[in-house]
Every structure is written in structure tokens, then in C-alpha cells.
């Protein structure tokens, strides 16, 4: 995307460099006095080579979803908390698979703690999972998903196929929201709650709800069991192999104060 469609002017015209754009969309900062955020149709005269996607999602501009949530940080309810001490008792379970999410973590440059809580709402670790609807595996990924990522269906059950499949479209969703929200220069990694939040959505839903203002109660549902999993100890990362390949931050290390995912 050209320089022209990413420029975020102070008084003076200074430009922001791309690598701090996220500051501007992080929940725990205020915004700097002066900061302009070029409009859709200042994007489109710009000559955006995106004008599909953008006409696609008729997405609202990125200020006016700025810090809007799809749910508010959740709270543990006391289901919640049994059902974390239950995984929690079960290491074998909760923990096998941190390899491979460490692995296509890293090759998709995604959060690896944030694949994890996914696949925990998804399917408790389960491999053999199986949705009324046809999602299938660890990542409970619909047959077409995976073809449209490279993944013959006919795999989905394998673990390795599994995870890869779930975190190559998680990776397409956050390109889809870098495009949308103009956050061109800002690691996946460092994406914004608000944002992180509209991906996790998406994945339940479809693309379209990157931008949609009213999800389905479902949605919002989930979107709070995976934010919750993120939260707890259940998603952090314990198998030797992985705590040797990355070093990994605890639970509540890996969160701000205002909510954002490092």
C-alpha cells in the first residue's frame, strides 16, 4: 500500500512512522492533539490498489471503531473458573499441542497465546473434534476454509494440519483488518484489543463481521470465552520444547492494564 494512504499528520505535518501507529489505536494511550485520520474517500483518491475489499466491507474508518470493544474485558464467572482448574488438572491434555502452536505462531507471525486460547474455545485440545455444522480439528476449521488456505479437508483431524490450517486463516483475517483499519507498519502481535477482538469474531463468524457494528449474541459469546481463555493460566505455554525455543510471558504479563495483547 502506498506511503500516501498510511499518512497520519500532526500540526506541522510531521508523519508518524508506520511502526508507531499502533500507539495511536492502543486503548491505554491518548491520542497526540492535532492527530488526523484520512477518511475513506481521502483513501480512495489516494488510488488504493484495495478499492474490492473496501467497497466489499464498507468499512467504517478506523477512528470511529477506535477503542470500541466488541465485549467489555470479561470477568471470570465461577463456571469459568471451575472449568479452568479442571483443564488445568490435566497438563497432558491442555499442553500437548504447544509445539505446534509455538511452530505456526511464529511462521504465521501471529500471538501464540492468542492461537491457543482459539483452539481451547474451539475444542478443549480435542483433535478428533467435530462441529454439527462441519468444523473439524483442533481449530474446528470448516472444510472450504482449509481449502481456501492450502489444507485438504481429509486433514483436518490431524493435529499438524489442524493448527496450521486455523493459523493460516487467522493470518489472512488480520491481513484483511490491516487493510481495512490502515495499520500498515504495526505487527500482528501488537494489534490494539479492539481489533484483536473483531479477528476473533471473524473467525467465528466470517470476514464480514471485521467491520460489522451488530454481531450475533453467539458471536459476542465467544469472542468473551476466548478473550477469557486469554486470560487465564489454561493458555499459558508449559512444554519444555516450546518454553526452550521462546520465552514466553505469564498470563497476566502478557496483557496492559487497558486490555491490550502484547
Known sequence: MPDAHMAVAFQGGAPMAPGQLNLMFDAAKVRPAGVVIPGPRAIEEAGSPNKKLETLYRRPAAHRLHQQLVVPVPKETPSYRRTFKIMLANPAKTDRWDELILRYAKIYKLDS???????????????????????????????????????????????QSGVKAGAAYIQVLFKMAWRIFNLKGVRYTDAPMWVVQRVIAAYHAGPKFLTRQKLYPSTRAYVRKVVLFYHSKVTDLRRPAARRAEAFPSFNEAVTPSGTMY
Not at 123 to 128: R, V
Not at 137 to 145: A, N, R
Open 113 to 159: 497465546r492468542l492461537l491457543k486460547s482459539i483452539m481451547a474455545a474451539e475444542s478443549e485440545f480435542k483433535p478428533e473434534a467435530l462441529s454439527p455444522a462441519g468444523a473439524r480439528g483442533l481449530m474446528q476449521v470448516m472444510p472450504k476454509t482449509a481449502e481456501g488456505v492450502g489444507i485438504s479437508a481429509s486433514k483436518l483431524h490431524d493435529p
